[in-house]
């Protein structure tokens, strides 16, 4: 009975922290299209980007909603396909900067860099790989006001290794420990689901992922690992 | 010529801060937006506005709190809590016995709705 009364209490707890999450971005996109629709004439571009970014980030929401459905009924299923990461994580930063550029992020005293080893070809899956990589970079966004946001690529062994390293608040060492977990999280936004989504997601690679603050007090590192040529699960197995 | 009403909001997110700024000034408010509760507090001049509208779930500073620290500086200040969160009166009375708030406004509303909202908080002596 206080299991149910538990996972009851968590569940409750996480409704009202994903409604939280939707009535959020919904307010903006109302209140842009109510001015758009009375008055068109007026910052149609600026309404519209507001829009745009408030739609992708209920998009992401939506995502990881179902994707932890999909690791909890174990069939979330990897397309593995070989690709440069070199590439991927290249044209992601892209992303980023074109977004920053284009006020779709308001990350406009951060300097964000890309340093790889050159081509490192794996085999996985290329969207979900992104997917997390997405993640990491948009988490290091959320907690790093001014600094930077460094992404660094590297082939040791037979594994890639990516760091996505912020200069940001760093993490509470009281969290560390379950930064992955379910419904985890460290600030007034987000529902806690990115993180588990995407450790379920290296690790239906054969993979592992991991953070900690930097050394120099300043920030905190993500870091994952996959192995280039990818023998992983094709279905996701719930740790207990 | 009567005095526009003058309006505090507070609320972490640009987007919203930003747009109900916009939306209440097209409706004949005077309108002074923060989106971070502490700079709102320090910059905070009691006997100057009509009305607070401030969100709860903020980082630093949550609603309750500010309006807590703003009591201080001005007994007499209205406000309405503007949230997306699931906090209402019997909540906020269990954290906070001693102070008397009736307003909760629910996000997501429409400029229209919210206009109405604060007109009515703003007639209710």
Known sequence: ?240 | MIALKKILVVDDEPDISSSVKRGLERNGFQVDAYTDPEKALSEFKPGIYDLLLVDIRMPKLNGFELYREIKKKNDSAKICFFTAFEVYYEEFKKVFPTLDVKCFIRKPITISDLVVHINAELNNK
């Open chain 1, 1 to 240: 009975m206080q299991h149910n009364k538990n996972r009851l209490s968590d569940l409750t707890e996480f409704i009202n922290i994903a409604s939280h999450e939707m009535r959020t971005p919904v307010q903006s996109i109302l209140t842009h299209a109510e001015f758009l629709y009375n008055r068109p004439e007026k910052y149609t571009q600026e309404y519209a980007q507001i829009i745009f970014r408030n739609a992708m980030r209920l998009q992401t929401l939506c995502n990881n909603l179902l994707d932890v459905n999909r690791i909890e009924r174990q069939t979330l299923k990897l397309k593995k396909e070989k690709f440069d990461l070199t590439e991927l994580v290249s044209y992601i930063i892209q992303d980023f900067k074109s977004s920053i550029e284009n006020s779709l992020y308001d990350a406009k005293n951060i300097k964000l860099s890309f340093e790889s080893a050159g081509e490192i070809i794996v085999e996985a899956d290329k969207d979900r790989i992104s997917q997390v990589i997405t993640n990491l970079i948009d988490n290091a966004f959320k907690f790093t006001e001014v600094g930077s946001i460094k992404i660094t690529l590297e082939k040791k062994d037979e594994t890639a290794v990516i760091t996505v390293k912020d200069t940001g608040s760093g993490i509470d060492p009281h969290v560390l420990s379950d930064l992955f977990s379910k419904f985890m999280t460290i600030s007034v936004k987000g529902t806690g689901l990115g993180l588990f989504v995407s450790k379920n997601i290296i690790e239906a690679h054969g993979g592992d992922i991991w953070a900690k603050n930097n050394s120099d007090g300043k920030g905190a590192s993500f870091i994952f690992v996959i192995p280039n040529n990818s023998s992983g699960k094709y279905k996701i197995c719930i740790k207990s």
